[in-house]
């Protein structure tokens, strides 16, 4: 987290935002998009954050929604991110709201912040985004080194819906209807999704309509599907014990028909790890 000279500034730019999807490049789009799609799950957060204390860790942290949501509580949190464009609306927004959080340029993968955490989350799918086993690896590698003996990881998943994933690949189908405000346009958002049961991944094209022309904008990013034994194998095998699963933001008991895979673990003691 040391200043960076202008020079060594772009190169880490254009490093983190190697592979990194368009809309995550954009802020505005990003901003736009999240207002319209995020789940309600701030009082989730809050909650850990009251439970467990601080500092906290948020991997993946956008353009801020939670983080400062959590600033806003009075915690101690720093935010992680790959995309630089928006961290600095992350920072805009928390200069606006007088709030002190400290952002941080790296990838989930491989980062070192020379700090340990009491709490260490993953909101909204940031881990679905870890496509092999390799990524998945270093994810729970480099939690483990930022977390406090005593600390904990909390990662917010989806439960796959096989009938979904099974229906006709590529079929386009339109998700939102909205009026974009910053341009002052009408924008349908249609969605094609393309799974490969090989890799687990879903591929993603999202593609907008801006003011009746077809395919004025179109998005690629790609999603691993994590079913629920798998995930907590993951877990396990990445350090960490499952203390609970929970299916929904209210705190339900996961099972069959959860929508989400909301897990909360701690690391695993010199004991407990498997020989």
Do not use: C
């Not at 935002?17 to 009082?43: H, I, K, Q, W």
């Not at 709030?99 to 679905?128: C, E, K, M, N, T």
């Not at 390799?134 to 917010?156: C, E, M, P, T, Y």
């Not at 096989?162 to 189908?173: D, K, Q, S, T, V």
């Amino acid at each position: 987290m040391t200043d960076l000279g202008d020079d060594d500034a772009r190169t880490l730019a254009l490093a983190l935002a190697e592979g990194l999807p368009a809309v995550y490049r954009d802020p505005v789009r990003y901003e736009l998009l999240a207002s319209m799609t995020a789940p309600d799950d701030l009082a989730f957060w809050r909650g850990l954050a009251a439970e467990h204390g601080g500092p906290v860790l948020e991997l993946g942290v956008g353009t801020g929604r939670v983080a400062l949501a959590l600033a806003e509580g009075g915690h101690d949190v720093t935010g992680l991110d790959r995309s630089l464009a928006l961290l600095e609306w992350a920072r805009a927004r928390a200069r606006e709201r007088g709030l002190s959080v400290a952002l941080a340029a790296g990838d989930v993968r491989d980062f070192d912040l020379g700090r340990r955490y009491r709490l260490v989350i993953a909101p909204y799918h940031v881990f679905h985004h870890l496509l092999d086993r390799a990524s998945i690896k270093a994810f729970f590698r480099q939690a483990r080194q930022h977390l406090a003996d005593d600390g904990w990881l909390v990662v917010d998943a989806f439960q796959p819906s096989l009938a979904f994933l099974g229906g006709a690949p590529g079929e386009r189908r339109q998700v939102l209807r909205y009026r974009d405000p910053y341009r002052d346009v009408e924008v349908r958002l249609f969605e094609e999704n393309h799974y490969d049961p090989a890799t687990q991944v879903n591929r993603i094209l999202w593609s907008y309509e801006v003011a009746g022309e077809p395919d004025r904008e179109r998005d690629e990013l790609a999603m691993r599907i994590v079913f629920p034994q798998e995930l907590d194998a993951l877990f396990e095998l990445g350090g960490f014990a499952v203390v609970h699963k929970w299916g929904h933001y209210d705190r339900t008991p996961f099972g069959s028909s959860s929508p989400k895979q909301l897990v909360v673990a701690r690391p695993l003691t010199a004991a407990e790890v498997p020989a």
